[in-house]
């Protein structure tokens, strides 16, 4: 893990969301994989997360185009191969996306066994590219954003996910991030809210999160 300074970027943060994509593509392939056929209502549900899931990788995946891979291309000379690469590995996600919201839609239209196990391929097949691109990303490139960007540079990436993150969904974003992180983790990201937003998470946050996650994975 990173150690964190006042002068550097935590880009333990980049690893805890992924941490969220990385399980989140799991879930959505084996939770669709087990749907019986004909069962609309639960198809309707999987979808909806589905499309908030691929909402939320489209997003990620725009703010490092417009903030971070331009500043690494600029800064890193003997990188740019590297970062010319994670754009390419972007442009094929974005691909697999598309694929699965085509197989996605046709499913929720006829929840039959053809179009499910479809769209549990082309959900397969972007876990595969994404897990390779995530791979890389963690081992060589946010090693070159911790030497080369500056904090506030950093954090502009956080702000811009987070605008385009709907209030209504805030809690429930911050709940996927705690999921899986450790209590030192844990402690710095709710050390970034203000006290209301801490004691709502506390309060109402952590105990709905939980029961909507319990909903849809233990139906």
Known sequence: MT????????????????????????????????????????????????????????????????????KLLARVDLDAELVLRMEEQHQVVDAGLLEVERRLAAWERSPAEPERDALVAA?????????????????????????HLTVEEWSALSEHARAKTPKDKLLFVLGALLEEATPEERDRFLGLLPLPARLLWRTVGKRSYAKQMNKIRNP
Do not use: K
């Open 123 to 147: 959900l397969a097949q972007h876990r595969r590219d994404l897990l390779l691109h995530l791979d890389e990303e963690e081992q060589q490139v946010l090693p070159l954003i911790h030497e």
């Open 3 to 70: 150690t964190v300074t006042a002068e550097r970027p935590w880009v333990q943060e980049m690893v805890i969301v992924h941490r969220v994509f990385r399980r989140e593509s799991r879930y959505m392939h084996d939770l669709i994989g087990a749907v019986r056929p004909g069962d609309t209502a639960r198809a309707a549900v999987l979808a909806g997360l589905a499309r908030e899931y691929i909402e939320g990788l489209h997003n990620h995946h725009t703010s490092e185009d417009e903030l971070l891979w331009p």
